[in-house]
């Protein structure tokens, strides 16, 4: 069985094709606004005028084409809504001209599925930090759920590093240049340690940082960003693994391509006798694969509304194939 997958909840428009679950391609293209943040309108329609092209590019990398796909799946939320409409119109328009079924993925859940499919544990702790979400994620079988654990209670981190990147001129997305300068950063700043219970925030850090910008290197800036940043979250990821009772551990999303994250949850779990590995970069950041194969474990799901959902929530999701 042949999917098709389309991801375009934000900045990223992105085609996907499995084979029985195994992936053949993965094309993507991000949209980089000149300045300041993402425009939704101005990412949805970068969107539009690439999807023909990704689309081609996937099928082509797969070898196949549009006939032989069997299911077309998209990327429901959450997300901008006029970046969620564009790979909505993409998918209906594929699959009504070739009469196949659709599939609505939560954005999320394809996260955590393509990493959880990347290291193969078995029931993790999922600590998933993209730039819009930050969760700490388990699997609840009895409900047959995804149960949010801890979340960021204002800006996903990405946000935060992307936040942090514009105020010292880095083009977007910052998190890769980021981590660059803070491997140059001799000096640690104490910035505002933000973690209560489960949840985790991120605005003070940003407030303060914005603050001490003129006054100190960039490199000790970004240095310190990283260091007080992860350890907010790995240090809810180990809490949420010893309260679960759960002997690994998985970071998905954007933020998990960063070496030092990575570190930081390795050295953890390796203290507690847990087992950790790291992401595949390609299914790190948002990419149409993570939709195809999510899409290709949904595919006896029969979903009422298909329509995009900008606040789509991961523990609102039944999971039936597990
Ligand atoms: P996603 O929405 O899942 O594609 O994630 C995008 C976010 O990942 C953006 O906020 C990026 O700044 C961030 N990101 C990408 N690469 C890295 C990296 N190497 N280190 C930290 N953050 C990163
Ligand atoms: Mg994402």
Known sequence: MYVLGIESTAHTFGVGIVRDGEV???????????????????AAKHHYALAAEITERALKRAGISLENIDLFAYSQGPGLLPSLKAGWVATRFLAEKFKKKIVGVNHCIAHIEIARMVTGFEDPVMLYVSGGNTQIVTYDKENRKYVVFGETQDIGVGNLLDKVGRKINLPFPAGPKIEELAKRGKKYL???YSIKGMDVSFSGMETFLSRIIAEEKIEDLCFSLQETAFSMLIEASERAMAYCKKDSLVIAGGVAANARLNEMGSIMC????????FMKREYAGDNGAMIAYTGYLMKNYEQGDLRPKPSFRTDSVEILYR
Do not use: M, Q, W
């Open 24 to 42: 053949l391609s993965n094309e993507k293209d991000v949209y980089k606004p000149e300045t300041g943040g993402i425009i939704p309108t101005e």
């Open 190 to 192: 104490r910035l505002p």
């Open 270 to 277: 390796k203290e507690r006798g847990a087992k950790f590995k």
